[in-house]
């Protein structure tokens, strides 16, 4: 069976399970609900994956002491949304208990503060305890040294394994019934077709819509280039993230 096919096939049956989820919602209102159930009215659109590996995102004065004053970050793959890239420096990240990973990725552009971004096998392997979180909220997260070409840095925070989430823009957000921080539940469709909750919905203007899973994840559904996810029909949290 060819892809053509199977995504047809998908699309069929997920509309199908929107017309019984829709009516079911339409029956189960009352005049005592308080408030209203969000139903995602567009589930069947396929959403690109994109697996990140263990990366960091450094701040200008990180990158100054590891490479050098007023280093410039070498660009060899620009990557979906817009500004981001591949580039061509890594470092080296030391844990707690002297464990290390090497070649760790830099992704640009350059942040207001550093941020490292592992799977959970790689916290184990650092010796540090994995924090889930969103982008940015590092607050109280495990610190881990860095080690670059021309110097060092001792972060008393700042790694996390980041949230599952999708990107996208108002347009898509539109279409899809979703608002910036809501979180839904998806479907992924790949060798080992799985169903993720508690993924965050990221609206931003321009962003190309993309859902992002670290290496564990991938590795769990048996993720390849023919993977894609779609939003599961039913009900939209409003969530607790914040920003």
């Given at each position: 069976m060819n892809d053509q096919l199977i995504r047809k096939i998908t699309e069929q049956v997920l509309a199908e399970l929107h017309q019984t989820s829709f009516q079911q919602h339409e029956q189960g209102n009352t005049a005592e609900e308080v408030q209203p159930t969000t139903v995602i009215n567009s589930g069947s659109i396929?959403?690109?994956?994109?697996?990140?590996?263990?990366h960091i995102h450094l701040c200008r004065e990180d990158l100054d002491v590891l490479f050098g004053p007023d280093y410039q970050?070498?660009?060899?793959?620009?990557?979906p949304q817009p500004g981001e890239f591949v580039a061509k420096e890594v470092v080296t990240l030391v844990g707690p208990r002297l464990r290390a990973l090497e070649g760790v990725r830099i992704l640009g552009?350059?942040?207001?503060v550093t941020q490292i971004e592992v799977s959970r096998t790689?916290?184990?392997?650092?010796?540090i305890t994995p924090v889930v979180r969103k982008s940015g909220d590092i607050k109280n997260s495990p610190g881990i040294t860095l080690i670059g070409p021309v110097g060092s840095i001792r972060?008393?925070?700042?790694?996390?394994v980041a949230n599952r989430h999708i990107h996208m823009n108002p347009r898509d957000a539109q279409a899809l019934g979703v608002s910036h921080n809501d979180?839904?539940?998806v479907r992924?469709?790949?060798a080992k077709p799985t169903i993720f909750g508690r993924v965050q919905i990221r609206v931003q203007e321009n962003a190309n819509l993309y859902m992002h899973i670290d290496l564990d994840d991938a590795n769990s559904v048996g993720y390849d280039e023919n993977s894609f996810v779609e939003i599961v029909n039913g009900e939209v949290s409003k969530c607790c993230w914040q920003g």
């Open positions: 396929p959403i690109p994956i994109g697996v990140s590996a263990r970050l070498t660009k060899i793959k620009e990557l552009d350059l942040r207001p790689d916290a184990y392997a650092l010796g972060l008393e925070e700042g790694v996390i979180e839904v539940d992924i469709l790949s």
